[in-house]
């Protein structure tokens, strides 16, 4: 970014609003991955106007743009790996409009998830999808990731949510996609395209959200297994019982002793663990489904079963759930969580296998995830300063992508793909596949500025 | 299609699989819609290596073809308006593969609506979107049109429910979109864009549905209004009540006149009738619903409530809602059936505007359609002889589309686009949503061989 081009910016977004700053630029290099690469300079738009006007120079003069949410991302997507500028959205702020009857809220990029959910929690809704990091990521990143969370299995991700867009192209136009329509078949659902694309084929500038009513009965219970095996086959049973628990986690060996001392947290030494919730809109409806799946966990060997009968207990059944990953953070000066996702009945077949890959690499690690979707997190600790650890966690990532796709599985349920997963693209998705999304990515942004680098999908 | 080419298809499916003969000409000249135009030849293909061939050959000599479900399109999505071949998929009807383990079925895109209906309801399980032609309809056609039912409010269309496809593009070449997992976040969602793309990007040969547990508990009600806008003021109190009806219909007094003198239905002169089901896992939590509903409607001064107390009484209140359609139909010769949607609390505009339409044009109609996602069915009965009525009932649709639009609306909900509303894309899309269509369009298309004519996306 020279002084035309700095001049230029500036000129678009204010002096306030721009920066070249060191401080920033070094701030700026980082998502929540381990990749980083600093940008050129910053920007802070504040309007559709503005990211018009930025991304019709940039697309002019070549300047690869990075758009930003929270910067949560665990896969560098948020990484300006060619430098460039970052655009963070993050003072895109505005609910702009709550429509309870239409079932549907209209907001802008940089919202923050916990914002949403405070706004719409007076009129008992809510926004389904509850990524991890709720209370500090933005909608706008959900929407570009794709983004799910703990009640996948029941509720889906944000893609089931999105109703429509307005998104800047690469050279500067506004494109208004979907409906205001809780339902729609007409013409090509460039909607749903836009959802997952991470920032490759365009700029999002407002989001439309269906909501829907928060249900009012939840029950919560966990359950103890002496075998992984037995958790799974309890696991598969669930799903033919004929209910669908909005949560049903799995924790693996490592997660168990990881979280065994924590405070607050009690737990005999077991191979397996399953969290379950049940919900609906009366207490008989949660908890005729915590019956049924209680009775088929019983069938498959659960050598203990805990359900919580009050709130305050189902609190400290979650904080089994909820203690791992900072336990399991605490063992190495860093780690990489992946999101690795195969078919349901595939769980204990994944989980054994990651732990061989894994124990062949000597790296202590950990095991959770959603099994009600398929949906495992491995989280693999390791000193980023030891150049022979990082080439095992390489290695051992690798090959835990290969496995998963050998079962039939996805590279990422709910990360994306990034820099990180890139080059296994090809592992999962046919050359055909490959090619087309690549044409797309050509047709939506001929000259590469978007999100450069990332998904495998440039040149 | 000359000799030459005759010999090369019949080279790729065999005799009997192929016909130029006068009487198929003819029958595969029509769908469900008023629209007609000849095929030059009918295919029935019966796997996807012949598909492939069909493609490839199609493409070099620029022959138009018009993929092929059960032909119950409403738009004219079947009809062939640019001659070609007919692409019959009825023969590639096999139910693949059933996880309910992994709540996933796969199957070939001519399996009927019903039988994959009956192959699953033995697990308890079921694949949501019912559309009212269910009991021929096939799935393909379903996931063409991205078709929609009378269950929409609460669970969704057809394309919430497609985790993968298999396609043959335009050129011949096999793509493999998706994933077996219940969520992925990898790669664009090339799936959803093919949902509802109505076969003008590629031939569907294997599709993958996720699919849910059926509810064994179900309520149902009427209620009846002496005013439309109490009605409509009742859907939107049923939206703020904070639970969602699994069905929830309204009949203008035009439909209720209609069925008032059909057999086994006893009504009395009002102006609206709102049709409410409300389901679970048990009956407390379908019953809980259904007397929030009704406390809610009672408060917007409905004069008469009827909740069934068994299935009999059940199918008594559906019997309303079902007769609607044919009773209607016996008014005149011939009707237009749209699916107009808006966002819910528009119900009641669009309602009477479309009653002053109609009623400038002097034609009979009924209004009905599913409330609880804003998408409705104005049938407009007309003569197709007489071209007077023909005209009017064009300017009717119209001016109705035009009004939907103006009312934040779609032309479609649930029918799609086909011929019958190409003219009329500008009124919901923006000039740069167009353009980007017709883009990917003449990406996966370059030549224009795959329904052509349709969607206005051509060129």
Redesign the interface.
Known sequence: VNETFKRALIGIVGEANFSDDILDRVCYAYDASDHAHRPEAALWPVSREQITQILAFSSEHRIPVTPRGAGTSLTGAAVPVHGGVILDLCLMNQILDI??????VVLQPGVIYADLERALAP??FFFPPDPASSSVCTIGGNVA????GIR?AKY??T??YVLGLEVV?ADG?????G????????????T??L???EGT?GVITEILLRI???P?AVQTGLALFDSLQDAGQG??AI??S???PSVLEILDERSIQVVRGENGVSLPEVKAILLVETD???E??AS??MEKVIEVLKKHRAVEIRVARSPQEAEALWRVRRSIGSAAARLRPSNVSEDV?????RITDLLAGIAAIVGRHDLPFVVFGHAG???LHPRIMYDPADPDQTRRVQHAVGEIFRLTCDL??????????GLA?APY?GY???P???E??R???R??DPHHILNRGK?A?DG
């Open positions: 429509r309870i009857a239409d079932r549907r009129h008992g990731t794709n983004a799910g996948g889906g991700v893609r089931d192209l136009r506004v494109m208004r996609t409906s205001y329509c809780i339902k729609s078949s007409s013409g090509y659902d460039l749903r395209l959802v997952g694309s084929l829907q009513p928060r009012t696991v598969i799903m033919h004929g209910v669908v609906g809109f009366t008989t409806e005729f489904q996702t195969v078919p349901i009945s979707d398929g949906n039939g599985g996805t590279l990422t349920g709910e990360h994306g793909i997963k693209m999962e998705h046919d055909v596949e490959m087309m999304m044409a797309i990515k047709l939506f998904m999908l």
